[in-house]
């Protein structure tokens, strides 16, 4: 049985307050300023965009007629 691969990415947006470790990671795409309200109190941080890659693995037809076909998807 071959498997078969193809490279992919996804991009992954969050708040954070420290884009220093984000942003010097090949992966990243942009870090803008942001504030938001959490229970009254104003925190200042950052919206990062990063790039990560991602396999999509074909699973034949045959293999998800398993029961176990959890342990053969990699996502």
Do not use: C, Y
Not at 49 to 67: G, N, R, Y
């Amino acid at each position: 049985m071959e498997i078969v691969e193809k490279g992919m990415s996804r991009r992954h947006t969050f708040f954070t307050t420290d884009k220093t470790p984000h942003q010097d990671r090949p992966n990243f795409i942009s870090a803008i300023p942001k504030q938001i309200q959490v229970f009254d109190k104003v925190i200042h941080g950052w919206i990062v965009t990063t790039e990560e890659p991602v396999i999509d693995k074909i699973i034949p037809l045959s293999e998800s007629m398993q029961t176990r076909t959890s342990l053969l998807d990699p996502e």
